[in-house]
């Protein structure tokens, strides 16, 4: 069992940075691949970025490469979510999940086995 608190969200200007944390319980923490999504009013879940167990491997959704790093810490059992040059289009709840096949592949929401709660992102324009 992994239980999952994303923190971190905010109010920010297009253009500005923001990091999001998740903080998590269990320590199996380390064998499980970790992504975030994002989820906009109206609109489905979406992927983000993802994080193999060991960190070696990441991915990203075509939308935020190049601005968004996902990053992990093994010994804190955090994963981190690095926004830059963000965009009003970015706008949305962030959540945290964990993968329990470990490798980082998954882009879609039922392919990870545990949730945080969400936080907010908002941008202005």
């Known amino acids: 069992q992994v239980q999952l608190v994303e923190s971190g969200g905010g109010l920010v200007q297009a253009g500005d940075s923001l990091t999001l944390s998740c903080a998590a319980s269990g320590r199996t923490f380390s064998s499980y691949a970790m992504a975030w999504f994002r989820q906009a009013p109206g609109k489905e879940r979406e992927f983000v970025a993802s994080v193999s167990w060991s960190g070696g491997n990441t991915f990203y959704a075509d939308s935020v490469k190049g601005r968004f790093t996902i990053s992990r810490d093994n010994a804190k059992n955090k994963v981190y979510l690095q926004m830059n040059s963000l965009k009003p289009e970015d706008t949305a709840v962030y959540y945290c999940?964990?993968?329990?096949?470990?490798?980082?592949?998954?882009?879609?929401?039922?392919?990870?086995?545990?949730w945080g709660q969400g936080t907010q992102v908002t941008v202005s324009s």
């Open positions: 999940a964990a993968d329990s096949y470990g490798l980082g592949y998954g882009r879609a929401p039922h392919e990870y086995d545990y």
